[in-house]
């Protein structure tokens, strides 16, 4: 048998990898790897991209697909045999990859290539390969070379690690609770914690911090007691202050911001933020910040009028004349109940994930004239789903759905590339894109289909809009493919557009079924979810602000002397209008901005929904009385925007779509914000 990790003829062969097949494998990789970056840096090789590409590229797209697998086991499959096997490959890796990027010999050839000799995608893709030589380090020379690449190989590992403490925090943390403590908790929710007692041999009902049991427990639970022990857990998390103190992030914290910010210094920045945003659409820091409080200022009085209400209902309707920090999601709900008379655990018997998806494919298939298919591949977990995608019964794509949440998966929802477009240089083959789909939704129980939340259904639109802009892409050039070489604040875009249908009764009546009587969702609870859709829109775009504002002030003040609590009690102070309690560490489970990506990138999200939100009015604009989409404008935007991938700067492809520069307009009449400024 030969080792799976090694066979790329087509799929991974994710039911066949083993722990044992990592090193193996990665060792092979990384020395054809090697051998590639030694032939095409010699002094006789031309300085061609497309020889380059056939020597170089071929060989470290195997490695990145191979560790891309391993990588993607270790989130949605975690064991301790994996993660060993995956965390001792993890420095050879990374120092490849530093390597790499920071060779000068490299970047020279890079530098030489004739720009006459390339196609207007190549050109693109050399244009950022260029800037990221600079941005990885390879003009930097001697001692501050290796104390670069000693940094890049240090923050992996502690990422890594952060990652792994957050993962293995939520999954230590339980507590069992009796019929007399379950009251107002969903009897789905609770089937679930019956089932994970009894599974250890417990009476009662086994609660977790996995999002499928916390949330509805913090939204619905009439014992205060019980709110406050979840919310506790949840907010010390991978702390100081949590029962597992091994799981501590404390001191990463500070070690990531101070590596990342001599990083910055030995490039010649003063910060990483700075950085940060040289491969980004916004300017600067400061840019960022400006349009941060900007939004803040337009927010805050919806945000303050938001809160002045929960106070006032929960003192006259709930007897609570000072709300806790763990009171304030069931306060709420309930409010949201009684102004609007549904609950989301109605909403939700409508939403089961087979009629969900169906409804899904159908707006993607008539909006973008394509085919979705399910199909056979082999998979990690049984739940796991595998589809093609179809152009007049030719293969534009693929993609695997991981729905389920589970012991041993990340929380969170996120899409993957398995591999890219990408018209090979070594077969002279146009390779498809594949990607992976993942959310943390409940599983079914009793043998019913899996119910999903409204904000399930808008992740699970949120992450197929993300695997669109990968798979539907007519991008030959692998650099600058799909979701390759997008700006990472305009990474969104085409993820949060697709969130608005969620919000349509012409696509929502296609997606709902009656859990119990296939009934589809009324219209009149339709309606009354519509004018809920707004409901705090002030507070939670405080709460994203929030988010992002303080990881612009960690990755732009001196990392020496930072105190990551005092920074964000110092952005409460700017723009909060409701202050958790001392004891919430959310910085210590903020694994987007410490171990995902997204460092000195956070604002992106509200950044890209001005993108979105502008890109969708085009949709409104030329639909019909009845709801129907422009196939036209659907072709237009596909062409613009998910086609051209990372081709062109983002700008140039939302101009090319709406003929003009984004505004802030239509974010704030979606968001219900639009009156006041």
């Not at 050839?109 to 941005?135: C, G, M, W």
């Not at 007049?392 to 794509?397: D, R, T």
């Not at 002279?428 to 904000?455: K, S």
């Not at 992002?548 to 609590?565: E, F, G, K, N």
Request: hydrophobic share 40%; glycine share 6%; with cysteine.
């Amino acid at each position: 048998m030969t080792n799976p990790l090694l066979d790329f003829s087509a799929l991974p062969l994710f039911d066949r990898i083993t722990p044992a097949d990592v090193e193996p494998a990665i060792a092979q990789l990384l020395q054809q790897a090697d051998a590639a970056l030694l032939t095409v840096t010699q002094d006789d090789f031309p300085a061609d991209w497309v020889r380059i590409s056939l020597v170089l590229d071929t060989a470290t797209e195997q490695l990145g697909r191979a560790w891309g697998a391993v990588s993607h086991l270790q989130s949605v499959a975690d064991t301790p045999e994996l993660r060993a096997a995956y965390n001792a490959q993890l420095p050879k890796v990374t120092e490849f990859w530093t390597r790499l990027g920071a060779n000068e010999a490299l970047y020279a050839k890079y530098k030489a290539i004739r720009p006459d000799s390339l196609n207007p995608e190549q050109s693109h893709a050399r244009t950022l390969a260029l800037r990221n030589f600079v941005l990885s380090g390879a003009e930097l020379s001697g001692l501050a070379k290796e104390r670069f690449a000693a940094i890049q190989e240090r923050q992996a590992e502690i990422s890594q690690l952060f990652s792994e403490h957050v993962l293995d925090a939520t999954d230590a943390w339980s507590m069992t609770i009796t019929d007399d403590d379950a009251a107002g908790i969903p009897s789905d929710v609770l089937d679930t914690a019956r089932a994970l007692a009894l599974a250890e041999g417990q009476n009662g009902y086994k609660l977790t911090l996995k999002m499928p049991c916390y949330m509805p427990v913090m939204q619905y639970a009439l014992n205060s007691a019980v709110r406050e022990k979840m919310y506790r857990a949840y907010a010390t998390r991978a702390s100081e202050l949590s029962d597992h103190l091994q799981f501590d992030n404390s001191a990463l914290l500070i070690e990531i911001l101070q590596l990342r910010e001599e990083e910055a210094q030995l490039l010649g920045y003063d910060n990483h933020a700075q950085v940060s945003l040289a491969s980004k659409m916004a300017e600067s820091p400061e840019h960022v910040v400006g349009f941060l409080r900007d939004l803040a200022m337009r927010a805050k009085p919806y945000a303050v009028t938001d809160l002045a209400e929960m106070r006032q209902f929960a003192a006259d309707h709930l007897q609570l004349s000072n709300p806790h920090a763990w009171d304030w999601t069931f306060v709420g709900e309930k409010l949201k109940q009684a102004r609007y008379a549904f609950s989301d655990l109605e909403v939700k018997a409508y939403f089961t994930a087979p009629k969900v998806l169906e409804g899904l494919f159908k707006i993607v298939e008539t909006l973008f004239e394509v085919a979705i298919r399910q199909d056979h591949a082999p998979v990690w977990h049984p739940g796991v789903l595998f589809y093609r995608i179809e152009r007049q019964s030719q293969l534009v794509g693929q993609f695997y759905l991981d729905p389920g949440a589970r012991q041993g998966k990340r929380g969170g929802a996120w899409m993957d590339d398995v591999r890219a477009r990408w018209l090979r240089p070594d077969t002279g083959h146009l390779q498809t894109p594949v990607a992976h789909l993942v959310c943390n939704f409940a599983e079914g129980i009793n043998g019913q289909p899996p119910l999903l939340t409204h904000d399930d259904v808008i992740t699970l639109f949120h992450e197929c809009g993300h695997g669109l802009h990968h798979m539907l892409t007519q991008v030959n050039e692998r650099d600058v493919s799909g979701i390759s070489g997008v700006e990472w604040d305009a990474v969104e875009l085409p993820s949060q557009f697709m969130e608005n249908f969620c919000w349509e009764w012409s696509v929502l009546k296609h997606m709902t079924a009656h859990v119990d009587t296939g009934e589809p969702l009324p219209r009149a609870l339709f309606d009354k979810m519509l004018a809920a859709k707004n409901f705090q829109s002030g507070l939670q775009t405080l709460r994203q602000i929030e988010f992002s504002l303080l990881d612009m002030y960690l990755h732009t003040l001196p990392a020496q002397d930072i105190r990551v609590l005092d920074v964000l009690q110092q952005v409460r102070e700017e723009v909060a209008v409701m202050y958790p309690p001392a004891f919430n560490r959310m910085p210590h489970s903020f694994s987007h901005i410490f171990a995902g990506g997204y460092a000195a990138g956070y604002y992106s999200y509200k950044w890209a929904e001005v993108l979105s939100a502008d890109a969708y009015a085009a949709f409104e604009e030329s639909s019909t009385a009845d709801g129907q989409h422009s196939v036209e404008t659907g072709r237009r935007y596909r062409r613009a925007i998910l086609e051209a991938g990372g081709s062109r700067p983002a700008m140039a492809s939302f101009k090319a779509f709406r003929g003009r520069e984004p505004n802030l307009d239509a974010l704030l009449r979606h968001q219900g914000m639009a009156h006041q400024s």
